[in-house]
């Protein structure tokens, strides 16, 4: 069987997703892609720019793409010549929270539930996302006067479902013994924007810092657009604490910060997943994470208490905490590492090919 991804975004996590999709399945995907900018652009326009691009359509068994082109779109235009579509939600415009300033687009709302509602089958990539796609759908219906549609919740969730993303992790983590006078690296390797809140991650940093603690950062991550002006401020005052300072094109280079890495930590307002947490943690850093979003799903439950937080002023309490007596999770840091395998592509790829072979059958 052969299949057609068109990915609108190819960047970050959408970019993995599509890489080791295609790399670990054991059909044939074909692969068209638009750069990671101007996401709001992609959802008005990407179906157009893959229609025109797109040789054939009729010699593929299946069709996937993902939240940021306007499926409804891109089938009304191909017609009848279109295969069965999956769409994969990486996130959505219903729930995602805005940026200072900035005023909610209904229309990408809509386009989301018409998307899903073209594709035969639906996937998210968390149970978190699935059951905030569906909490968010009835209160967003709502906003409209008058008619309005709740008969798509039940015809979207009918043929939806979640699967995680596969991780490409390391060949093996091999972890160095733990020296009593090193110098702790905390690690942030999320996108450089507001949703990952970089506020509530320096001002815990500022907290250790105040009590006289010493530590190393890494602050790696993508940033899409201008740099957030917390991470021009840490540049200033962090500079005999920062050891790399950027995004790393290099994914060896990138896995390498990691296990150099003590702590990894999240104060994202949203995640729907977090991959790149998993990376951390699999590369055998310490996590830090709220008590929320996807977060309490990825982390096994024997270690909720230690390492989920639910205050800024726990989070600080603990990165003390952790930073005082790391070589004391040495254990724990080992059964995380064990335990990440879980989101492996080798893993979860079978899952995938199961739905991709659904997939196929629905034209049969």
């Known amino acids: 069987m052969k299949f057609l991804f068109l990915e609108p975004f190819f960047g970050g996590s959408h970019q993995q997703f599509a890489q080791g999709l295609i790399s670990h399945s054991k059909y044939k995907?074909?692969?068209?892609?638009?750069?990671?900018?101007?996401?709001?652009?992609?959802?008005r326009g990407a179906a157009l720019y893959f229609l025109q691009n797109v040789s054939s359509l009729e010699k593929y068994d299946g069709l996937i793409t993902t939240d940021l082109m306007s499926l409804s779109d891109f089938k009304s235009i191909s017609g009848a010549v279109c295969p069965p579509s999956l769409v994969y939600f990486h996130e959505n415009q219903l729930t995602y929270p805005l940026a200072p300033d900035e005023r909610m687009d209904y229309q990408f709302g809509f386009t989301d539930i018409t998307t899903a509602l073209a594709?035969?089958?639906v996937l998210f990539n968390s149970k978190t996302h699935f059951d905030a796609f569906f909490s968010g759908i009835p209160a967003f219906l709502n906003m409209m006067p008058e008619y309005k549609p709740h008969w798509t919740i039940k015809a979207i969730k009918k043929k939806a479902n979640y699967i995680y993303p596969g991780c490409q992790f390391p060949e093996e983590?091999?972890?160095?013994?733990?020296?009593?006078?090193?110098t702790p690296l905390i690690i942030w390797n999320h996108r450089w924007e507001f949703d990952k809140n970089p506020k509530g991650f320096f001002n815990a940093i500022d907290g250790v810092e105040e009590k006289g603690l010493n530590f190393r950062l890494a602050l790696l991550g993508e940033n899409f657009q201008k740099v957030p002006k917390e991470f021009i401020a840490a540049k200033k005052r962090y500079k005999n604490h920062i050891v790399q300072y950027g995004y790393v094109k290099s994914r060896k280079i990138y896995f390498e910060w990691l296990k150099k890495g003590s702590i990894i930590i999240s104060t994202a307002q949203q995640e729907n997943f977090g991959m790149s947490v998993i990376e951390a943690i699999r590369c055998g850093c310490i996590p830090l994470l709220p008590d929320r979003l996807a977060y309490p799903e990825i982390l096994p439950?024997?270690?909720?208490?230690?390492?989920?937080?639910?205050?800024?002023?726990?989070?600080?309490?603990k990165?003390?905490?952790?930073?005082?007596?790391?070589?004391?999770?040495q254990n724990k840091r080992l059964t995380l590492i064990k335990a990440m395998d879980t989101?492996?592509?080798k893993s979860i790829i079978h899952q995938y090919d199961n739905v991709l072979e659904k997939l196929a059958g629905i034209s049969n």
Do not use: C, G
Not at 29 to 43: E, H, S
Not at 173 to 182: A, C, D, T
Not at 301 to 317: G, I, N, P, R, V
């Open 343 to 345: 989101f492996s592509w």
């Open 301 to 317: 439950k024997a270690f909720h208490s230690d390492f989920l937080y639910k205050s800024q002023d726990e989070l600080t309490e």
């Open 119 to 121: 594709a035969d089958l």
């Open 173 to 182: 983590i091999v972890l160095p013994k733990p020296k009593s006078n090193s």
């Open 29 to 43: 995907i074909d692969l068209i892609t638009l750069p990671a900018r101007f996401w709001k652009w992609r959802m």
């Open 319 to 329: 990165l003390f905490y952790i930073i005082k007596n790391l070589n004391q999770f």
